[in-house]
Structure formats: structure tokens, C-alpha cells
């Protein structure tokens, strides 16, 4: 790369740096600075592909690869380790579900798109003990559900209040609608009708089912690249060894422009000019790039998505005997 090229690009970092310093959050606050492996090189391709290199020690404990959690299939991908000392005993990250897989183990359903409305997150806790706090008693009421339906005007079992109560002579009917009702199991044994408009909260007394519906809320949230999912990179003896290591991930397109500079005075036919080039590279690692050897590629290699992080099942055929 030519030197003006290095000293443009040098300045466009600064300034993007500068403009992104107050939503990038300190690396070595969230995981120690001892723990996070140093981020040595940076190479920005025009296709949107970064390649990050780090350098570091890693000790028979573990360091943190600050690899945001939209970024981590991507890293496990194309994660190459060179000039390692000693071999790595282990690279571990959290794992997670799909959302569709996720939404479905919590009843829901598995479309991404699929609204999450109120009867159908009641009806994801069918057979599930349950604690209803209602409007029309003080202490909360506890069971299982049984179902949830929707009763129309014409069901038998539309409530439509005590057979004594009565309108005044000038009052118009009231229209009827469709009603929300969950059918509960109380611990008593007995089966309570209950109008979804008389519950105030309702919660799951089976902490698996809660951990559920956070974790189909969580793998929503896993695909934005804000969250922060961290690679653990343990060593394989008892003291620190050094390694460097190198992985693609989705990076921002860095862009050029360009200025012709005429020298001053009268225009002459055999006129002198000089061609600047700048490039604006943004960093959105939420990492500060101190002492990172920056190179601006104007190439456009390709990398696919692929989901690794998140576990996969194969089908199975259903076989039930006949009788």
C-alpha cells in the first residue's frame, strides 16, 4: 500500500474512532484485561469480511476471544491457531438454540415471524403448575392448566354473567365477543373456569418452563451483534504459552474517496495535480484498536454463514406398531 494510503487511512480510523468512543464498551472490563487475548492485526476486506489476528499468552486457565455473539459461527469457522508453543486444551463457548428450536421446546411456535399474543404464551403452559395472581382475590390462586380456548357467543359455556343481573330500561345491550378462558386444575382437585380478563400475572412454578421461555427470548436476542458471547481458549499445561491465532468475521465495508488537488496559480496546458485518497473504516467490535496494524483490502473474498454454535437434531421416523 502506498504511505498517503496508510496516513489516510490512519486518519479515517481516528476520526471513526473518535465518533464511536462513547457506545464502545472497555473489553477488559467485561473479562479482565489479563484474560483477553490482544488484538494485533486487523485486515478489512471490501466484501464485509474481516480477518482479526491475536497474540498472546495463554495460561492453563483461560483467555477470552471478545467475539460478539452475531460474529461466533463465524470465528468457530475459520479459527486457525499458529506459532503455538504448546497445544490448546480446549476452545468452549455458550452455547445456544435456534430460535425456532428454542420457541419450540418453550410451546411456542417455531416461526420467527409468528406473533407472540397472549393466548398463545397462556397455551405454551398447558399441563404446567402455574400461580395466578386475579383481580377479584387477594391471595394468588395456584394449579395446573388444563387448556385454553376461545368461547364464542354461541358455546355453552359463554359467560355471560349472573342470570339476575339486569340493565337499566334505557341502557343499549352490551355487544358480546369472543372470550379468552383458561380452564385450571386446582391443587385441590377441582376445575375452575377462569376470564383472561381477570388475571393480573401468571407464573410458571417450574423453573425449567421459565428458563424455557428466556432461552426462546434469548436466542432471538443472540442474533444481534450487540450481544457478547466470549470464545474461552484454555492451555493445555500449567504455565502461559504463546499463541497467535487469526479468525474471519462480518466486518463494515471500508470506503474510499478521493481528491484532486490542482497547484495554485494561473492554469497552464502541462497543469500539475496530486490525488488524495481517504478511507473511512468503522469500528464496531465495541474494542478500542490501540497498537493494531490496520490493512485496508480492496479485494472481495466471500465467507457463507453457517450455524455451528447452535445444537442440530436429524429427524427421526416415527414407527408405531399396529396394535
Request: charged share 25%.
Given at each position: 500500500?502506498?504511505?498517503?494510503?496508510?496516513?489516510?487511512?490512519?486518519?479515517?480510523?481516528?476520526?471513526?474512532l473518535?465518533?464511536?468512543?462513547?457506545?464502545?464498551?472497555?473489553?477488559?472490563?467485561?473479562?479482565?484485561?489479563?484474560?483477553?487475548?490482544p488484538?494485533?492485526?486487523?485486515?478489512?476486506?471490501?466484501?464485509?469480511?474481516?480477518?482479526?489476528?491475536?497474540?498472546?499468552a495463554?495460561?492453563?486457565?483461560?483467555?477470552?476471544l471478545?467475539?460478539p455473539?452475531?460474529?461466533?459461527?463465524?470465528?468457530?469457522?475459520?479459527?486457525?491457531?499458529?506459532n503455538?508453543?504448546?497445544?490448546?486444551?480446549?476452545?468452549?463457548?455458550?452455547?445456544?438454540s435456534?430460535?425456532?428450536?428454542?420457541?419450540?421446546?418453550a410451546?411456542?411456535?417455531?416461526?420467527?415471524?409468528?406473533?407472540?399474543s397472549?393466548?398463545?404464551?397462556?397455551?405454551?403452559?398447558?399441563?404446567?403448575?402455574v400461580e395466578?395472581?386475579?383481580?377479584?382475590?387477594?391471595?394468588?390462586?395456584?394449579?395446573?392448566?388444563?387448556?385454553v380456548?376461545?368461547?364464542?357467543?354461541?358455546?355453552?359455556s359463554?359467560?355471560r354473567?349472573?342470570?339476575?343481573?339486569?340493565?337499566?330500561?334505557?341502557?343499549?345491550?352490551?355487544?358480546?365477543?369472543?372470550?379468552?378462558?383458561l380452564l385450571?386444575?386446582?391443587?385441590?382437585?377441582?376445575?375452575?373456569?377462569?376470564?383472561?380478563?381477570?388475571?393480573?400475572?401468571?407464573?410458571?412454578l417450574d423453573?425449567?418452563v421459565?428458563?424455557?421461555?428466556?432461552a426462546?427470548l434469548s436466542?432471538?436476542?443472540?442474533?444481534?451483534?450487540?450481544?457478547?458471547?466470549p470464545?474461552?481458549?484454555?492451555?493445555?499445561?500449567?504455565?502461559?504459552?504463546?499463541?497467535?491465532?487469526?479468525?474471519?468475521?462480518?466486518?463494515?465495508t471500508?470506503?474510499?474517496?478521493?481528491r484532486?488537488?490542482?497547484d495554485?496559480?494561473?492554469?497552464?496546458?502541462?497543469?500539475?495535480?496530486?490525488?488524495?485518497?481517504?478511507?473511512?473504516?468503522?469500528?464496531?467490535?465495541?474494542?478500542?484498536?490501540?497498537g493494531?496494524?490496520?490493512?485496508?483490502?480492496?479485494?472481495?473474498?466471500?465467507?457463507f454463514?453457517?450455524?455451528?454454535?447452535?445444537?442440530?437434531?436429524?429427524?427421526?421416523?416415527?414407527?408405531?406398531?399396529?396394535?
Amino acid at each position: 500500500m502506498h504511505p498517503r494510503w496508510m496516513v489516510a487511512a490512519s486518519c479515517g480510523l481516528l476520526l471513526s474512532l473518535g465518533c464511536a468512543r462513547q457506545q464502545a464498551s472497555d473489553t477488559a472490563a467485561s473479562h479482565g484485561a489479563e484474560n483477553v487475548l490482544p488484538l494485533v492485526r486487523v485486515r478489512l476486506y471490501a466484501s464485509g469480511v474481516g480477518y482479526f489476528e491475536r497474540k498472546g499468552a495463554v495460561a492453563a486457565g483461560s483467555s477470552a476471544l471478545p467475539v460478539p455473539a452475531a460474529h461466533l459461527d463465524d470465528a468457530l469457522k475459520t479459527l486457525v491457531v499458529f506459532n503455538a508453543e504448546r497445544e490448546l486444551g480446549s476452545v468452549s463457548f455458550p452455547s445456544r438454540s435456534s430460535p425456532a428450536v428454542a420457541r419450540a421446546r418453550a410451546g411456542l411456535p417455531a416461526d420467527q415471524e409468528a406473533p407472540l399474543s397472549y393466548d398463545r404464551l397462556l397455551g405454551a403452559l398447558r399441563g404446567e403448575r402455574v400461580e395466578l395472581s386475579l383481580r377479584s382475590r387477594a391471595k394468588p390462586v395456584r394449579g395446573r392448566v388444563i387448556d385454553v380456548v376461545a368461547v364464542g357467543p354461541e358455546h355453552p359455556s359463554y359467560d355471560r354473567g349472573p342470570p339476575h343481573r339486569s340493565l337499566p330500561k334505557d341502557a343499549q345491550p352490551l355487544e358480546e365477543k369472543e372470550r379468552l378462558q383458561l380452564l385450571l386444575l386446582s391443587e385441590r382437585g377441582e376445575i375452575s373456569r377462569l376470564d383472561a380478563s381477570e388475571l393480573l400475572a401468571v407464573r410458571a412454578l417450574d423453573d425449567i418452563v421459565a428458563r424455557r421461555l428466556h432461552a426462546a427470548l434469548s436466542a432471538r436476542l443472540a442474533t444481534r451483534s450487540g450481544q457478547r458471547q466470549p470464545l474461552e481458549l484454555k492451555g493445555a499445561g500449567g504455565s502461559a504459552a504463546e499463541v497467535t491465532l487469526a479468525y474471519l468475521a462480518e466486518a463494515p465495508t471500508w470506503r474510499p474517496s478521493y481528491r484532486l488537488l490542482f497547484d495554485s496559480g494561473a492554469p497552464t496546458k502541462h497543469q500539475t495535480a496530486r490525488l488524495q485518497a481517504w478511507a473511512l473504516v468503522h469500528n464496531d467490535t465495541e474494542e478500542r484498536w490501540r497498537g493494531v496494524r490496520l490493512e485496508l483490502v480492496d479485494g472481495r473474498p466471500n465467507s457463507f454463514l453457517f450455524p455451528i454454535t447452535a445444537p442440530r437434531y436429524e429427524r427421526r421416523e416415527l414407527v408405531t406398531p399396529e396394535e
